[in-house]
């Protein structure tokens, strides 16, 4: 299936491909920056433009840097340390109704806080990624999960996260972490996850 990929950094509005089954977003709109998503879909932020945004960190100092980030994160979310950085998930249950890119009162809150400790990070990447279970069609959950990713964006970019440190992904049920035939799995795989690493700086 052909996808649109989207980058927004500078008021500069180009249009890309995106490789199939993913659709990709830097940034809170406003323009684009062609060839800056490409790393980004394949796994990394290999030549995005986001690289020359983010400062980064000393080798020797991200490990303390995630670490305590890690802990303010715990406070008001699911995160815990991964080997490369931290992953923050969230269940789209909490954030979401059903079929729906609209936030909850509650989740706004709860994201304002995150926002709150994200933005006191400036050299982090975040990546942003949406995901579904299987009972839509491929379209559609690509869709969704794409607007719901944007949706956390915004409420973390109005509590002072720069939107050129963020990176937004829409991968519907492309990537499931638990079975989708049963209830409990597909609501396992309804979510919107935040994985932060910071650059290290040469």
């Not at 996808?3 to 977003?25: D, K």
């Not at 440190?165 to 989708?180: F, H, S």
């Not at 209830?183 to 396992?188: H, M, T």
Request: hydrophobic share 45%; aromatic share 4%; glycine share 14%.
């Amino acid at each position: 299936m052909r996808q649109f990929l989207m980058v927004a950094f500078i008021a500069v509005a180009l249009g890309g491909c995106a490789t199939p089954g993913e659709r990709t977003a830097i940034g809170a709109g406003g323009g684009a920056a062609v060839g800056a998503g490409i790393g980004a879909i394949a796994g990394g932020w290999e030549g995005a433009a986001i690289g020359a945004v983010v400062g980064g960190i000393a080798g020797g100092a991200i490990g303390n840097y995630l670490d305590k980030q890690a802990q303010e994160l715990q406070q008001v979310a699911n995160a815990r340390r991964t080997e490369s950085g931290i992953l923050v998930d969230l269940k789209s249950s909490l954030l979401f109704s059903t079929d729906s890119a609209v936030l909850k009162p509650a989740a706004v809150e709860q994201l304002a806080r995150l926002g709150d400790i994200l933005a006191k990070y400036p050299d982090d990447r975040i990546r942003i990624q949406g995901h579904t279970d299987s009972t839509g069609s491929a379209a559609h959950d690509e869709e969704l999960s794409l607007r719901r990713a944007e949706a956390v964006r915004d409420v973390l970019a109005s509590r002072g996260v720069n939107p050129r440190q963020m990176l937004v992904e829409g991968v519907g049920a492309a990537r499931p972490i638990a079975d989708n035939s049963t209830a409990e799995g597909r609501a396992e795989n309804r979510r919107v996850e935040l994985y932060i690493d910071v650059p290290q700086r040469s």
